[in-house]
């Protein structure tokens, strides 16, 4: 069956996830701010919940029109195919936002596409009542400027919630950034890549996955995964083969410490349930202590931003210490996250040789990146 289904994505990471759709041989359809549009089948679904590791979820497109009036609404969902996909002991939720729309009651628009359904399944099924007792389906309406999308949510729980994370510290990085973070970056298999800030180990733990070609989603569960419109056996073999493909030889070396032993403690513990323990080092260290030595690695972190009263002088040391190891390390490459507008005038005084405006949750934060000098050639 042919299928519109969408990859939605934090603003400032679409270029990203739609190389990921691209990489797993989908034709793009439509980019657009926080969303990619691409055509597959059932196998994608699949597909596209095990190995986009920036995406934010991976809904399925069931229609888009024009709805001026409630009436309009009604009809509209009504015509659309729903039994496809909902059975008759379907249990199934509607969410929704409306943005300069007529229709801008969202409340309103949940009820009156929930019984739009319930009205098309009804005539299909031939009974006036429904035990919703059945596998999990939530119907999402999304009106901007009078344009309705319809979709069904098949991942459930964001796809940032790979499964490892069994411990957890204040303020970590959400696991799509800190992939992006990575593939943003000039670090590849066989290269030194540091996080001498590493929280819980969000960031090297998906480096490691990365680089043994672990996909993201092979440690939990899909809401999709119970639906009897894609086949249970599709699930078996696309998690056999993420099991085959991953490369369990790769030369991985990463580098994670922090000063607060409680998180290097927790990030030891999210390692070794995503399974990439051994070939990340831990250690409870200071930055301003970190050392390393071998030339051109890459250090990717995402240090405390300093929002609460008191904490600035405590940021502006790390600042100085970055200054400091890069002066002493310069072939080596920084790739930092922050909300700190003022960190390259406080940290280099110079321009980050690029950046780039992204979000952590809630939180605008600025990518800078910064290349260190490039290997001698023989």
């Known amino acids: ?119 098309k399944l009804k005539e299909v099924y031939h009974c006036d009542w429904f035990k919703e007792t059945g596998s999990e389906y939530t119907v999402k309406i999304t009106i901007l400027k009078d344009r309705v999308t319809l979709t069904i949510d098949t991942s459930g729980a964001g796809l940032h919630k790979r499964g490892y994370r069994v411990e957890d510290v204040a303020a970590p990085i ?39 070609n672990i996909a993201p989603g092979l440690s939990r569960k899909f809401a999709s995964e119970g639906w009897s419109a894609i086949s249970e056996k599709l699930w078996k073999e696309e998690r056999k083969k993420a099991y085959e493909a ?44 970190f050392k390393i030595e071998e030339n051109y690695g890459i250090m990717i972190c995402n240090p405390p931003y300093g929002e609460r009263i008191g904490e600035k002088e405590d940021i502006h040391k790390i600042y100085r210490d970055l200054n400091l190891f890069f002066k002493k390390n310069p072939t080596w490459s920084l790739y930092l996250v922050t909300t700190d507008k003022e960190f390259e005038r406080l940290t280099f005084n110079r321009p980050a040789d690029r950046r780039r405006k992204l979000y952590n949750g809630r939180l605008e934060v600025c990518y800078y990146q910064y290349y260190g000098a490039k290997p001698v050639k023989a």
């Open 1 to 119: 069956m042919k299928l519109e289904i969408i990859a939605t994505a934090t603003f400032g990471l679409e270029a990203i996830v739609k190389r990921e759709v691209e990489t797993l041989g989908y034709k793009i359809i439509k980019s657009e701010d926080a969303k990619i549009t691409f055509m597959g089948d059932e196998r994608a679904i699949v597909k596209s919940n095990l190995w986009l590791r920036c995406a934010d979820r991976v809904l399925l497109k069931m229609g888009e029109f024009n709805a001026f009036s409630f009436e309009e609404l009604f009809q509209q969902t009504k015509a659309l195919p729903w039994e496809q996909w909902i059975p008759e002991d379907g249990k199934f939720t509607v969410t929704g936002s409306s943005v300069k729309s007529k229709l801008h009651s969202v409340p309103d628009c949940q009820a009156i596409v929930k019984k739009a359904i319930v009205e």
């Open 174 to 212: 959400k696991e799509t950034l800190a992939s992006a973070m990575v593939q943003l970056s000039f670090w590849k298999e066989g290269r030194l890549l540091a996080d001498p800030m590493c929280g819980s180990g969000t960031i090297a733990i998906e480096a490691a996955m990365i680089g043994r």
């Open 246 to 289: 991953i490369k369990y030889d790769a030369d991985i070396r990463i580098k994670a410490s922090d000063i607060n032993p409680a998180a290097v403690k927790a990030a030891r513990k999210n390692a070794e349930e995503a399974g990439v323990d051994d070939c990340i080092e831990f250690s409870v260290v200071p930055f301003s202590k």
